[in-house]
Structure formats: C-alpha cells, structure tokens
C-alpha cells in the first residue's frame, strides 16, 4: 500500500500559470487540455474566461458556471503523469485568491508576451513564487508575432526579476518570417507549419541541420546558429540543481495560438518539474507526502453566489497521504472532527467523486461553513499543522459603512464572515474606528457589496480611498502625530499599526522626514 502510494505522489504534477492579463495563459492551458486528451475543441476554456466580460456581468457569470469549481482545478493525464493546474484568475478576478491558489502547487509556469516582456502583474506574481523557492518554467509566447529580440527578453528575466534564463530553444525568425525552433535540449529543428508527422529535423552532431533542408540555406537559420553560438559561451549553462531551488528558469520559445512549440514545452515541463515534496508542519517538522496519514490545508474558499445555495467549496490541497470518502478528519484550529463526505476532485469537463486523490491532489469539500482559510486538516492521531498562509499587501482601498444604521448587527455579521473567509481584508481608522477595505482588485470590492446584500441583507455604503501603498510600522515608534490625509493611519485585523501611503512619492517623503522609523510590507 505504501509503495502504491509513494508512485501514485511521484507521479503528481501540481502547478500554476502565472502571466500578465492577454500574454496567452489561458490560449496554452487549452492546448494542455488538449494534449490531455480532456477537450477535444479549442475554445473551450476561452469561453469560460471571465475576463472578457464586463464587471457587471460577473453574477451572471458565476450564475452560468454554478459554483464555478470546474475551472479551478483541471486535471489531466499525461505520459504517464498526472497533472493539476490551479488556475490563477488574472484580469478583474485578480485577487487574494491567486496569490493564495500559489501557496498550494509545486511548480509554476510564466508565460510572457514575447513583444511585451516582463509585465507589472507578472512582477507581482513572481514574486510570490520565487519566495517559495519552487522552480518556475518560461514560455515566451507569441513567436508567430514580431516580439523581441530574444536575448533581450532572456537578459529581462535576470534584470528585472532577478532570476537566471537559460535558452532551452530558440527561435528562427519571428512573426511572419517565424520558420522554426532549434531545440537545444534534444538537438532538433522544429519546423514552423509543417504536419505533425514531418515538423522534427533531426540535427547532426555539429548540431548542424543536412543540407537536404532547405532552411539550412535560410540566412535566418545562420542568424540563429551565431546567436546560439553566443548563448553557449556567454549565457547561462542549464543546471537542473538550480531550477528545483528555483534560481534559474528554463526558457521555451513558442506560439501559443498556432500550437507551435507547445508539446514540446509539456513534455519537458513534465519531465523536469518536480512531484509533490515535503511540507514543515508543526513548526519544524519533515512531513513527507508519503506518509500514509491524510492531511492537508485549505487555501481557497469559493462560496456559490446563488443565495438560495449558500454552501461553499473548501479546496484543499492534500500534503500528505491518501483522500477516501468518509473519512474522519481533525480540524486543527478546533479541534472538531468533520467527516468528509462530500468532495470532489477535478477534470475540467465535469465534476466527479473522488476516487484516488493522494498528496499533491486538490479536493474540493462542500461546506456549511466549517473551514476558514489557511485550516489544516489531518486523519492520524497526531497533530498536523501547516504553516500560516502569508497575508498579502492590498492595494485598492474603500471606506465602508451600513447604509441603514438601524442594521448594524448583520453589518458586523457579515463583514465579520466575509473577512474570515479571505474575500477581502479589514482594516479600522486608528482615531475614528471607521472600517476600511482593503483589496488586491477592484472585483472584490463588487463581490463583498453584492454578498453583504443579499447574504446578510445588509446594503452598504462605500467611498473609495484609491490605490494606497500600505506599509506596517513598529508600534513602538509609532506617534499617531506622524499620520495625515496622504499617509492614512490605520490598524489590522490583529491591532498592528499601518500607514496606508496615497503613493509612493509621500511614502518617501515620509521617509525623508522620519529617516529611524522602519516601514515594513507584507508579501
Ligand atoms: P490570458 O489568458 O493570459 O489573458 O490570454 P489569452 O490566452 O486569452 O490570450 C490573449 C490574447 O492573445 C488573445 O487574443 C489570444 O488569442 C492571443 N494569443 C494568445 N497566444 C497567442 C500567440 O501565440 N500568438 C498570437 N498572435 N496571439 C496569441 P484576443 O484577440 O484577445 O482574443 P480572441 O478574440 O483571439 O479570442
């Protein structure tokens, strides 16, 4: 049992696609699924993108896709691996939730607009997975159009995000002139337009293609070869060491939209990122995910905006052990036990029991209100606990209040719930007490509005404070005469001081002025 255990986790791969909005994630998740074999048509994700509809149009949204679990989770067997990717809602989903969904995989994939680089979203969300040191996989998408240059956008990878690129192909020519790929990794040609069959031309040991093919004339085909010369001497050398500690990231070429370069990309991806790996519980302890004891951490919680189905989908990512239905678990934070009756785990068409889900799986539990946010579950006798989940910095801010006051109670009721939940966080003004919002997208703010209204029948009133830059302050050096209209002084959910700064400029003024005190953010 344990040994059918150990491969069924080493066979897991869990990971996330992370991208500035329109640089392709969900063009090449749909050719995943493709090769997956789980959609036969592309279109079929794109249609599900919630970005390309109007912020108002989200209940309607959300309405279509019931409690929207499908997309959250896609499943999908491939060369003999089984492979989950979370997704990360990028455009006016962008929330807490996916900096979260990132805490929950072990590996990501960036994908990056070749004509755009590196972009502010694809910052931010680096970030959060270069913390985790889990190794991150480049695809530099839309070869079919003139980006570019290409050792211009590997050089963008060290300069920008600080990580070291490593050229795993490169391109010949780009957009109309695009001809090809020249394989590095298994010195090959992959030809641009050509059938499946035909499309791979072997190099010979030179790594030269024959002259039988024609593009061996092609003075981009010699442009290629002075450029790969050049990234052998003086670019990075791979070092698989390095991209598991996630210090260096492989890069592919290739054109999402055409399908060009993309089996390619999976099949190395597959192969080179990592299974399941063990977590820290309890503070400092070793917890392999093959130990057969069932535990896991809640790091997302969905509730169904329907008011008239007012369960909520738990998603769990499973750290250790096997999921069976029925199973007894402890909530850590409790101490309750909860029997696990109702779960489910993902493919991307349809909703289905769980049948083996082992560590490295997400499951979905249906819930009445049992978990919160950053929850350990486990089977054994003994205590698991995973570490916090980080609290990330918000962004956009708005003051709110109960728009009746004679209903102050389901205010407090509500809010109280949707802040535990992780919709949005709570902040209070440090002389007034008024509540502040803060969010990391402005959907948010929709969502906690629509839900206090028709969840706890409580309309509220909110005036934005705009885009703020928030940074924590040592209670010891605090003098509440330091706060003003451009550096707002509130506190946190756990009475922590901060200045929520109206931009970067009047954080450095405050900087100047008071040069001892220590400012400090979150992720
Ligand atoms: P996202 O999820 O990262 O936001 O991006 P998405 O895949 O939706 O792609 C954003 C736009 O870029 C889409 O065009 C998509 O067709 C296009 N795109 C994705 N990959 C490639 C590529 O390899 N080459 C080219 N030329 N375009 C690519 P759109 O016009 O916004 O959408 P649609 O009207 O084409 O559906």
Redesign the pocket.
């Known amino acids: 049992m344990t040994k059918d255990l150990a491969a069924a986790v080493n066979r897991r791969r869990t990971f996330a696609i992370i991208?500035?909005?329109?640089?392709?994630?969900?063009?090449?998740t749909e050719q995943m699924l493709l090769f997956g074999g789980i959609i036969r048509n592309a279109g079929t994700v794109?249609a599900r993108?919630t970005?390309k509809y109007a912020t108002s149009d989200w209940m309607d949204i959300e309405k279509k896709r019931g409690i929207s679990v499908t997309s959250s989770v896609m499943q999908f067997e491939y060369q003999g691996k089984r492979v989950n990717i979370l997704d990360t809602p990028?455009?006016q989903d962008f929330s807490e939730d996916t900096y979260r969904t990132l805490m929950a995989v072990d590996s990501a994939v960036m994908?990056i607009d070749s004509a755009r680089g590196i972009e502010p979203q694809t910052i931010k969300l680096f970030k959060v997975v270069s913390q985790r040191g889990i190794p991150i996989f480049t695809f530099m998408?839309?070869?079919?159009?003139d980006g570019r240059d290409p050792l211009d956008l590997i050089a963008e990878l060290e300069d920008v995000l600080g990580i070291e690129g490593v050229a795993m192909n490169w391109p010949i020519g780009m957009g109309q002139s695009l001809k090809g790929l020249y394989d590095l990794q298994h010195n090959r040609v992959e030809l641009y337009h050509k059938n499946d069959q035909d499309r791979f031309v072997d190099l010979d040991a030179a790594g030269q293609l024959p002259e039988s093919e024609p593009l061996s004339q092609d003075p981009l085909y010699q442009k290629t070869l002075e450029d790969i010369e050049l990234v052998k001497e003086a670019g990075n050398q791979f070092d698989l060491q390095k991209v598991l500690a996630g210090k260096q990231t492989p890069v592919f070429f290739?054109?999402?939209?055409?399908n060009f370069g993309v089996e390619t990309f999976l099949d190395s991806f597959v192969k080179m990122a990592p299974a399941p790996s063990s977590h820290l519980v309890n503070g400092d302890q070793e917890l392999s995910p093959e130990d057969p004891e069932f535990s896991g951490f809640v790091f997302k919680i969905q509730a169904n905006m329907n008011p008239r189905h007012r369960d909520r989908i738990a998603f769990v990512r499973i750290g250790s052990g096997e999921f069976n239905k029925g199973l007894d678990v402890h909530l850590a934070r409790t101490g309750q036990i909860v029997r696990l009756n109702n779960a489910t785990e993902f493919m991307s068409s349809k909703r289905v029991q769980v049948s083996d889900a082992v560590a490295g799986d997400i499951v979905g539990l249906y819930d009445t209100g049992n978990f919160q946010i950053g929850d350990s579950i486990y089977a054994g006798k003994d205590e698991i606990v995973y570490p916090p989940l980080p609290q990330f910095t918000p962004e956009l801010f708005m003051q709110v209040s109960a728009k009746n006051v004679m209903k102050q109670k389901s205010f407090h009721k509500g809010m109280t719930q949707l802040v535990q939940e992780g919709a949005i966080q709570l902040y209070r003004n440090y002389s007034t007490n008024d509540y502040i919002l803060g969010a990391v997208g402005q959907l948010q703010f929709e969502v906690f509005s629509y839900r206090m209204k028709n969840e706890y029948n409580s309309e509220v009133e909110m005036q934005s404070l705009g885009s703020r830059v928030a940074r924590w302050i040592d209670p010891d050096q605090l003098d509440p005469k330091m706060a003003s209209s451009r550096n707002l002084l509130v506190k946190d959910q756990a009475g922590e001081p901060l200045f929520l700064f109206e931009n970067a400029f009047a954080e450095r003024w405050f900087k100047d002025k008071y040069p001892d005190v220590k400012l400090t953010s979150r992720l």
């Open positions: 991208s500035h909005p329109d640089a392709g994630k969900t063009t090449i794109k993108k970005g990028g455009h994908v998408n839309k070869l079919d159009r290739g054109s999402a939209l055409t």
